[in-house]
């Protein structure tokens, strides 16, 4: 049976459906998993991906792309091939895809966050659903066992605090994440009655497709509607890892500096930034997320797509299962922006 996913040198190409999954070159048609950069990019004929993503990718990739929506879970046909998509749980409207053709059927995940039994569920997008199916094609982001993220409480307890503590004594508490699902989760768990909050013209206009997707988030202030320095020193100050002292960054004065990231679980790495806090918060599953969602769908075989691709295929392996890596240009730059460059395995070990 010929595989219904395969590598082309555009990106992830299903033969009998002629189309590909979030190529990274022109493509006549692609199905996108979610907006992030390395994933949904610029010049394809045709979009199609999940409703509730649209305002985001219109957002990023113009308001013109030639974009289909559907529901999660709702199918079409393309050349025979069923395409449907399931909740990733990893940024608002981020989906796995599901190829069905002659009773075969791959998943191909995009970027996914588990949710840990338990834990309150991600108010910012739906949890990830395990699609059962022969071949999974999963990223490997964090697929190193020193990754576990704590629950979600406990750290935005830990941010809530350290936000606290900088306003009592006067101090800005600015924190570097990802403008696109990092900075909306962060303004969804924290506590805003702790004082104003600062965003980055670069996650204004995402948070702006959150709200209009029904997410509800705190209200936000732009730097240029605060006057008054008292406020600015009492607020949470959410910026891109490149705004990091720079002139924007500048007028907070005598700020305290943190950066939310899945890497801070890496002590080496945490010294290296120079920042004063490091919060691991991620929206990539963790080790054991990675392992209890390729073991939910039953597929034989697993396809590694990026990340920590050899330690996950030969841990698979030793399982029993079948897997190997395909190469992608994925990358992880909503996890590693900041000065430092994301660990090696060295570093991890
Ligand atoms: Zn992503
Ligand atoms: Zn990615």
Redesign the pocket.
């Known amino acids: 049976m010929p595989d219904l996913i395969v590598q082309r040198p555009e990106g992830l190409y299903c033969p009998p459906g002629d189309f590909y999954i979030d190529p990274w070159r022109r493509v006549e048609r692609a199905v996108i998993t979610h907006a992030?950069a390395?994933?949904a990019r610029t010049g394809h004929g045709h979009y199609l991906a999940t409703a509730v993503s649209e305002g985001l990718l219109r957002a990023r990739l113009g308001a013109g792309i030639n974009l289909q929506g559907l529901a999660y879970g709702e199918t079409v046909e393309h050349h025979g091939v069923r395409i449907s998509l399931h909740p990733a749980g990893h940024v608002l409207g981020s989906a796995q895809v599901r190829v069905e053709h002659r009773g075969r059927v791959w998943v191909a995940s995009?970027?996914y966050r588990t949710t840990p039994a338990g834990a309150r569920p991600d108010r910012t997008c739906a949890p990830f659903e395990a699609v059962r199916c022969h071949v999974f094609i999963t990223?490997s982001?964090f697929g190193l066992p020193i990754y576990r993220w704590r629950p979600d409480a406990e750290l935005f307890g830990q941010i809530n605090r350290w936000w606290a503590d900088n306003a009592a004594t006067g101090r800005a508490s600015v924190l570097s994440c990802y403008s696109l699902g990092k900075a909306q989760r962060i303004l969804a768990g924290v506590d805003a009655s702790l004082g104003p909050i600062i965003c980055h013209g670069a996650a204004e206009p995402l948070n702006e497709a959150y709200r209009a997707a029904g997410v509800p988030l705190p209200a936000t202030l732009s730097v240029n509607e605060v006057s008054d320095p008292a406020v600015l020193r009492r607020a949470l100050v959410l910026c891109p890892g490149a705004a990091m002292g720079s002139s924007w960054t500048k007028r907070f004065g005598d700020y305290a500096d943190a950066f939310a990231s899945g890497w801070m679980q890496v002590r080496g790495w945490r010294r290296r930034g120079g920042l004063d806090r490091g919060f691991v918060l991620s929206d990539h599953a963790d080790w054991p997320g990675l392992l209890g969602a390729i073991g939910a769908t039953g597929a034989e075989r697993i396809i590694a797509t990026?990340g920590s691709v050899p330690v996950l295929v030969r841990y698979l392996q030793e399982q029993g299962l079948q897997a190997e890596g395909f190469d992608t240009e994925?990358?992880?730059e909503?996890e590693a922006q900041a000065e430092a460059p994301p660990p090696t395995e060295a570093d991890a070990a």
Do not use: L, Q, R, S
């Open positions: 992030h390395d994933h995009g970027d990223e982001t990026h994925y990358g992880d909503h």
